[in-house]
């Protein structure tokens, strides 16, 4: 089995400049989340999807990150503009229906100059 | 809102010796409880959940958890350490009816030879 695959794996880019990150879950998984993870703390969940539709996107900063999963399949994560602060690695997982267990991709690590 | 603790930043072991790697959580009701390991430049994989049922839980690559109701712990153990075992943990806990998963700041394991 395939699992989450993400892309780029790694960006650099200076503070203002936009960048995307692409996500393609395990198939026949519902939901996908994208989480943030910031070097030396835990990742924490930016959005979550079931099918095409956010379940959750409380701790999305929506002044500058935006997602979307238009055919409930792969799913892209957009940030504009971009500050220092947003460097991290960005981590995409996926998850049966009845979420249990979220399996993670490899992440692509962003670095804001 | 729930919360996970990882103690320690850092437990070193030699090789052949047993490890622990600590965790404590804060929920609300009974828990869903997951430990997943981090290798340099990897996404997260994971290794063991507790769910339900029976409180010692036994994952991948010989790795096992204790869930611990009465001390809300859920620490990660390993009878014999190797060297390959050298990693980044995180615990992480989420509620049954809420998606959102907490995840720890990590613990970085070290196994010397």
């Known amino acids: 089995e395939a699992g989450v695959a993400q892309s780029p794996r790694y960006k650099i880019i200076e503070k203002r400049q936009s960048v995307a990150f692409w996500c393609n879950p395990i198939s026949g998984h519902a939901t996908l989340y994208w989480y943030q993870q910031i070097l030396g703390q835990g990742p924490k969940l930016l959005i979550q999807?079931?099918?095409?539709?956010?379940?959750?996107d409380s701790q999305l900063p929506k002044d500058r990150f935006s997602a979307e999963r238009l055919k409930g399949v792969d799913s892209t994560l957009k940030i504009q503009p971009a500050k220092l602060e947003d460097s991290a690695v960005y981590l995409c997982?996926?998850?049966?229906?009845?979420?249990?267990?979220?399996?993670f991709g490899p992440g692509t690590r962003l670095t804001v100059l | 809102a729930q919360s996970v603790a990882q103690p320690e930043d850092q437990v070193n072991v030699a090789e052949g010796n047993p490890l622990t790697v600590k965790c404590t959580y804060s929920v609300s009701g009974n828990p869903y409880l997951f430990w997943y390991v981090q290798y340099p430049n990897r996404g997260l994989q994971f290794l063991l959940k507790y769910i339900t049922g029976d409180n010692l839980v036994k994952g991948s690559y010989g790795f096992e958890a204790e869930f611990n109701k009465s001390q809300t712990s859920f620490h990660l153990k390993k009878p014999s350490a190797l060297v390959s075992d050298s990693a980044l943990y995180f615990c992480?806990?989420?509620?049954?009816?809420?998606?959102?998963?907490?995840f720890g700041a990590g613990t970085r394991l070290t196994v010397k030879p």
């Open positions: 997982a996926s998850s049966p229906l009845r979420p249990e267990t979220q399996y």
């Open positions: 999807f079931q099918n095409n539709g956010v379940v959750d």
């Open positions: 992480a806990v989420r509620e049954p009816h809420n998606n959102d998963m907490r």
